[in-house]
């Protein structure tokens, strides 16, 4: 079955400090990683795809099929980071999304 | 935003009334979904469309229904609303294999 586990409901980090949001996924056929950002009482934003391998606002991700693992990291964290983020596994049947829980993040200046 | 509005924004109700919330697209996107927010539980489906008169079951769909008649309108209906029924609803939206769209959320209080 489809899962998405992000083991960190809360993350505290100084500004500055890198910071690391963990995501796994459970997937038996090629998995789209995602993850969405929520700032405080908006809507979710798209933030990355692994399929892009982009990085936006100093954020990177990369997919480890070995370890079905998705990490979110940043070298420097800033005040502006502090949000909700989802991870999120997209299947190649069903057009269904599978959400992570949520990490909480908090960047203390 | 892709265009995704969802109505209304904020609403009180009691329990056992119905309760239908909307959304609406102007992107012509095909795939629509419905979730609910919960602190602890993250974003839960609760049904989705993939088409007009096309839509199936998500994750917690027991006690809501949906209708699509419109390419661009998703309804989310509580026939009979309870307290657990108490979330931060999010609408979204899909052009095809590519990533969703989120609405701005409806609060919905059941008291």
């Known amino acids: 079955a489809q899962r998405v586990t992000q083991p960190e409901k809360l993350l505290s980090v100084f500004k500055g400090a890198p910071v690391e949001l963990k995501c796994n996924y459970s997937?038996?056929?090629?998995?789209?990683l995602f993850w969405y950002v929520q700032y405080s009482r908006q809507r979710l934003q798209l933030l990355l795809r692994?399929?892009s391998r982009e990085s936006i606002k100093g954020f990177t991700a990369d997919l480890n099929k070995g370890e079905t693992s998705f990490h979110l990291k940043k070298p420097f964290a800033q005040e502006e980071d502090s949000a909700m983020y989802y991870c999120?596994?997209?299947?190649?049947?069903?057009?269904?999304?599978?959400f992570g829980t949520g990490t909480s993040l908090t960047v203390i200046p | 935003d892709a265009g995704i509005t969802q109505s209304p924004r904020h609403k009180v109700t009691e329990t056992g009334t119905p309760v239908t919330l909307r959304c609406h697209q102007t992107?012509?996107?095909?795939?629509m979904y419905w979730y609910r927010q919960d602190p602890g539980h993250g974003l839960r489906l609760i049904h989705y469309?993939?088409?007009?008169?096309?839509?199936d079951k998500g994750e917690v769909s027991d006690g809501y229904s949906v209708s699509r008649s419109k390419t661009e309108d998703f309804l989310l209906t509580l026939e009979s609303a309870t307290s657990s029924q108490t979330s931060v609803y999010f609408c979204?939206?899909?052009?095809?294999?590519?990533?969703?769209?989120f609405g701005p959320g409806t609060r919905l209080t059941v008291l």
């Open positions: 692994h399929i």
């Open positions: 979204a939206t899909q052009p095809g294999t590519d990533t969703q769209y």
């Open positions: 992107e012509n996107h095909r795939y």
């Open positions: 997937y038996s056929g090629s998995p789209e």
């Open positions: 999120a596994l997209g299947t190649t049947t069903g057009n269904q999304f599978y």
């Open positions: 469309s993939y088409g007009v008169k096309d839509t």
